[in-house]
């Protein structure tokens, strides 16, 4: 009974860590645009953010539990160059100030317009501090205090959304629902931080009394299947939410509107509250899973030389000050970032899954660095309009519509490795 009550308890913990700024303002609007191809939308999301999730916290766990045993398989400066990009990106670059910009946006500034947006993204980063200044319990403080106003607050839109369907579901806005939902769900991060929150996933479980390796396996991944079942039902719900009103959405709106605009279709006045409870609430537990799983691994990369406390307020101090940049903006800078770091951590997912079938470590740096190299290549032909020439000729690769133009290169680049590695052994 006790192994069931801490799955759950760390299940949902989990759920709300991965449930954040992201996760709410990208699933609605991707219902309105998808319209009657909506379960299309839920199929291409799911496939770059549930199912990706899962696989990379059974990979982590197979692999050893922690980002390190999982990435040094391609090399130790490769684990710790990616960690520490990983890092910044789900922490104080991009994710973090996230989840301050949309609760303002979102959750104050319709209800109290006189509030600068500094004013608030000092006060929540400054509660967010002091939630995770002692890491001790924040999985239990997690689950048990700020999930369940969380979850009360999603159900309630989406069965509510469920019980007053649009008489008309119109046609979808887009010619490709499922590549434009796959890349979507690039955004969430969520791929990101499931190879990074599987590390606070053991912290909790150690805290819990389950000290073996074998055990922290079984628990890890039975927490995570937890998290994501939760996860998924909120996610179908949120894109059919965005698909049934999305004849109340016009063209342009941007994603915070969007999601304001369904809520107060159905709720009406009471809906901007709504709103704000559900959005502050997703938000800040991902504020404080993010900022301690961050805090403590440049702790252990550091040996301590930078400490927990230290980091903690470094990295609440710099979420504060490009929250303020805005939500459009920030999310603006993150796409091109994320399609370039994102392939490299599917292909690194599914080596470790697969790690008992590969006869020798070469391929990872193989296959890794194919992938790598085709997807720096696309990022930087696509920042300078000098570059088309190239360009075009990384798009004619196959599976590039799809966002998976590093295929060829990354099975290349395998192949390469077993070559090389069977010359140098019949030397």
């Known amino acids: 009974m006790k192994k069931l009550k801490d799955i759950v308890v760390i299940g ?11 996760n709410l303002i990208f699933p609605p609007q991707l219902g309105v645009v998808s319209g009657d191809s909506w379960l299309q939308a839920i199929l291409g999301f799911f496939t770059t953010d549930v199912s990706l999730s899962i696989l990379a916290i059974i990979a982590i766990a197979k692999s050893g539990g922690t980002f390190n045993s999982f990435a040094s398989k391609v090399g130790p400066r490769f684990s710790i160059i990616m960690g520490i990009i990983i890092m910044l990106i789900i922490g104080p670059l991009l994710a973090l100030p996230r989840t301050g910009a949309v609760s303002y946006e979102m959750g104050i500034l319709p209800i109290f317009p006189g509030i600068p947006q500094y004013i608030f993204t000092l006060i929540y980063f400054g509660i967010s501090l002091l939630f995770v200044i002692n890491p001790k319990g924040i999985i239990d403080k997690i689950a048990l205090y700020l999930t369940p106003v969380l979850l009360v607050a999603l159900v309630s839109i989406i069965v509510k959304n469920i019980l007053m369907p649009d008489t008309i579901m119109p046609a979808a806005r887009l010619t490709n629902v499922y590549t434009y939902a796959f890349l979507e769900g690039y955004q969430t991060l969520d791929g990101l931080a499931a190879v990074i929150f599987a590390g606070i996933i053991l912290m909790g479980l150690k805290e819990k009394g389950y000290t ?6 079984k628990m890890t991944i039975k927490s995570g299947l ?3 079942s939760i996860i998924g039902f909120v996610y179908g719900g949120l894109i059919y939410l965005g698909a049934n009103g999305a004849s109340s959405i016009p063209e342009g709106m941007t994603r915070t509107e969007t999601f304001m ?3 107060d279709r ?13 959005v502050i609430f997703a938000c800040f537990t991902t504020t404080v899973g993010l900022t301690t799983t961050v805090a403590e691994y440049f702790s252990e990369l550091t040996n301590n030389k930078l400490s927990y406390r230290f980091n903690v307020i470094t990295i609440t101090l710099i979420s504060f000050l490009l929250a303020n940049l805005g939500v459009e903006q920030i999310v603006f800078f993150s796409g091109p970032i994320l399609n370039m770091i994102y392939p490299a951590i599917l292909v690194l997912i599914v080596l470790n899954l697969f790690d008992k079938y590969i006869p020798f470590k070469e391929i990872y740096s193989g296959v890794v660095g194919g992938t790598l190299c085709f997807s720096i290549l696309m990022f930087i032909c696509q920042s300078f309009d000098s570059l088309s020439g190239a360009k075009n000729f990384l798009m004619s690769f196959p599976m ?11 099975l ?6 077993s070559v090389s590695y069977k010359i140098k052994a019949a030397r």
């Open 266 to 278: 159905m709720f009406g006045q009471y809906g901007v509250w709504m709103v704000a409870i559900t």
């Open 212 to 217: 073996d390796t074998s055990s922290q396996i």
């Open 400 to 410: 590039t519509s799809y966002e998976m133009g590093w295929l060829i290169p990354a």
């Open 226 to 228: 937890v998290a994501f």
């Open 12 to 22: 949902v913990a989990l759920f709300a860590m991965f449930f954040g700024a992201g």
């Open 261 to 263: 605009t369904l809520v």
């Open 412 to 417: 290349l680049g395998g192949l390469l490795a």
